[in-house]
């Protein structure tokens, strides 16, 4: 992996229900040749930055895990 990017839940819901066409996203890059260091850097993203997934995968696991921080249960995904 060589970056880490930050969805909050609500924004990731509207990008995956087509609600909103993109999101530009800040995340962290690791360059371990430059020394080991993470650089802050922004991201445009569209449905199609995503892996491709069988049903709605990332939308089921946005929902999961704001049942999540509401306590709410059970939780599946699969």
Do not use: C
């Amino acid at each position: 992996m060589s970056a880490l990017v930050w969805l909050p839940i609500e924004s990731g819901m509207h990008l995956l229900t087509g609600a909103t066409d993109s999101l530009t996203l800040l995340g962290h890059t690791y360059e371990k040749s430059g020394g080991e260091s993470w650089e802050e850097f922004e991201m445009e993203v569209t449905t199609d930055s995503f892996l491709p997934r069988i049903q709605q995968y990332y939308l089921t696991a946005l929902i999961m895990a704001e049942r999540l921080l509401t306590n709410a249960g059970p939780l599946a995904i699969s």
